[in-house]
């Protein structure tokens, strides 16, 4: 399988400090999905955002931010102002046609933020 | 929308019982996914149904494994006889398909213990 790899284990930062999650993603394919998901503590698997291969817009959603970069195959997250609820363990992901679409998932980051 | 349903949300059985999760996906999508995570392995890919034919299920552990889905609101995940080493979360998710909607959405999870 491609892989996805997200290099942080573990991020710790006190609240209102900007952080970014990093995720490399493996592909030899033109046609592919990334997607980031959050799993905080209560355990539910949470969409935060899906971006198309053939798009290379970055995308803000309040304190959230992606930057896509298909040159460096990567697709990062960052945080802005980060608050003791972003507390979580993050995932990103990738699908595309010849695994039928089914999401193929890094290791995750757990990120927590402290007061 | 409901969203995705999983029974039960908690399972513990003795080691050699027969197991059996539960999906109820969104009405409309045609994808379903059994995922499992455990803490060594992250999320992992089992199965997955296209318009409630299996597709995948190179992703099963083993003979022990077997999912069905009889109709496109129901899927079932049977693990007998069940061991320890089967205790994980796992999760069902579903999906329209892919390029529509938001992307892949999870129940909430069947948190399962094998004693």
């Known amino acids: 399988a491609q892989k996805v790899t997200q290099a942080q284990t573990e991020i710790s930062v006190v609240e209102k400090e900007d952080v970014t999650l990093d995720c490399v993603y493996e592909t030899r394919d033109t046609t592919y999905y990334l997607f980031w998901y959050k799993q905080p503590p209560s355990g539910e698997l949470v969409f935060l955002i899906r971006r198309n291969s053939f798009d290379e817009q970055n995308e803000i959603s309040g304190r959230y931010s992606w930057n896509f970069q298909k040159s460096t195959s990567s697709f990062n997250f960052t945080i802005t102002a980060s608050q003791v609820v972003d507390s979580a363990v993050y995932f990103c992901a990738r699908a595309n046609s010849n695994s039928g679409y089914a999401l193929n998932f890094g290791k995750g980051t757990s990120l927590l933020v402290t007061p | 929308d409901a969203g995705v349903i999983q029974s039960p949300r908690h399972e513990v059985t003795e080691m050699g019982q027969e197991v059996t999760l539960r999906c109820k996906p969104i009405s409309g999508h045609d994808y379903l996914f059994w995922y499992r995570q455990t803490m060594m392995r992250g999320l992992e890919l089992l199965i997955y149904f296209n318009n409630n034919v299996p597709i995948d299920d190179s992703g099963m552990p083993e003979d022990r494994f077997s999912a069905k889905m009889p109709n496109a609101s129901f899927s079932t995940l049977k693990i007998q006889p069940s061991e320890p080493r089967d205790s994980a979360v796992y999760f069902c998710?579903?999906?329209?398909?892919?390029?529509?909607?938001?992307?892949?959405?999870f129940g909430s999870g069947t948190r399962l213990t094998v004693v």
């Open positions: 998710a579903s999906s329209p398909i892919p390029g529509q909607g938001s992307g892949y959405t």
